[in-house]
């Protein structure tokens, strides 16, 4: 068996609904589907570089105010903000997660069937086998949901599937871990007991726990509780990128005994030694956090989580145009094909199957 020209990539974490979000105009969800200079992630680049699905995420900076009016909030990218910002107003973190996921459902509405939101592994499938963009809907911290997880149904009946009960920052979940590097992802306090209870009304609903932000005691404070797999959606090896964001090895043993699955994030500060945003930082370095992982959490429990239009990614990828320059860097690292679909996509769909199964 040769692998397609283009091999498909399923993705675990991008940023484009907050971009549009914060673009603004009822002309949000065409800027999508037709595509433009701006921004890694769109539906032409995504056809262009194998981009074939992923979880979106719907993220509330600290500082955005309902409608862009936050006045430094676009000089911020969720995986770059310095330090963990206070708590932010319920109502206004719906309003904002309100409008991006209405955004994710009308880029899909126009798509006429070329976008579609997944709701389950066959639906993902599907889309794959037509051409169709499969989008799966994330929360990237936990602040729109209230004490009683009332609006956690309506998100899920809007397609939810996937959610980080914290971003870097404290909420009445848990604790975020900040950005520091370098720094030991063990920085505070975990999970509060309603956060312990929002892990447990997780697995009952079948969404995904992301543990991505999580400082290490929130990460085992998920361990002990959830009965699904063990997910970071979006995160790197810290023996190579010594940043608080990053797993370490005692973490990657743990995802590895629940059949849990780690996607390696582009962002150049979580992959650099130095943890500097650079994009003049090699392709390679991206193969070698998967290749660390691989040893450490097995052949089954990586894949990718690229953090497009949420960081500062390596100029040998560019945007989602361009990610089958990545699949290069696999082959040319005397990947087998087999390994190389596992990596691509395969991997994300067992995990998925196995974490959504359980309600
Ligand atoms: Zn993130």
């Given at each position: 068996m040769t692998l397609p020209r283009v091999v498909p990539i399923f993705d675990g974490h991008n940023d484009v609904l907050l971009r549009l979000y914060r673009r603004g105009g009822t002309d949000a969800p065409r800027a999508f589907l037709e595509g433009g200079a701006d921004g890694h992630l769109?539906?032409?680049?995504?056809?262009?570089g194998g981009f074939a699905g992923g979880l979106f995420a719907?993220?509330?900076p600290s500082s955005e105010a309902p409608k862009n009016q936050g006045s430094d909030a676009?000089?911020?990218?969720?995986?770059?903000e310095p330090r963990p910002a206070p708590a932010v107003e319920l109502l206004t973190v719906q309003k904002t997660?309100?409008?991006?996921?209405?955004?994710l459902l009308r880029i899909a509405r126009e798509s006429r069937g070329r976008v579609r939101v997944c709701?389950?592994?066959s639906d993902i499938q599907q889309a794959f086998e037509q051409g169709a963009l499969a989008a799966v809907l994330h929360m990237e911290g936990a602040e729109a949901i209230d004490t009683n997880f009332e609006f956690l149904d309506v998100l899920h009946a809007a397609g939810l599937r996937s959610l980080g009960p914290v971003w870097s920052r404290p909420n009445a979940f848990g604790h975020g871990v900040p950005f520091r590097c370098p720094s030991s992802p063990d920085t505070g306090p975990g999970l509060t007991d309603l956060g312990k209870e929002l892990i447990r009304v997780c697995n009952r609903m079948g969404i995904l726990i992301d543990l991505s932000h999580l400082n290490e005691k929130g990460f085992f404070d998920v361990a002990a509780i959830s009965n699904a797999p063990l997910v970071a959606t979006h995160s790197n090896a810290h023996a190579l990128s010594p940043h608080s964001r990053n797993l370490t090895d005692v973490q990657l043993a743990s995802i590895r005994e629940t059949d849990g699955f780690v996607?390696?994030?582009?962002?150049t500060s979580f992959l650099r030694p130095?943890?500097?945003?650079?994009?003049?930082t090699p392709v390679e370095l991206v193969i070698d956090h998967i290749e660390h992982i691989l040893r450490q959490a097995g052949e089954n429990g990586v894949g990718l989580g690229s953090d497009f239009d949420g960081a500062k990614i390596p100029s040998g990828i560019g945007d989602a145009a361009g990610l089958q320059n990545l699949v290069q860097g696999m082959r040319a690292r005397g990947y087998s094909d087999q390994l190389i679909e596992k990596l691509c996509y395969r991997n994300w769909l067992r995990v998925l199957d196995q974490t959504w199964g359980h309600t």
């Open positions: 769109d539906l032409p680049k995504a056809l262009q719907v993220f509330v676009k000089s911020k990218s969720p995986d770059e997660a309100m409008g991006m996921v209405s955004l709701r389950s592994v996607g390696v994030n582009y962002s130095d943890g500097r945003r650079d994009a003049d």
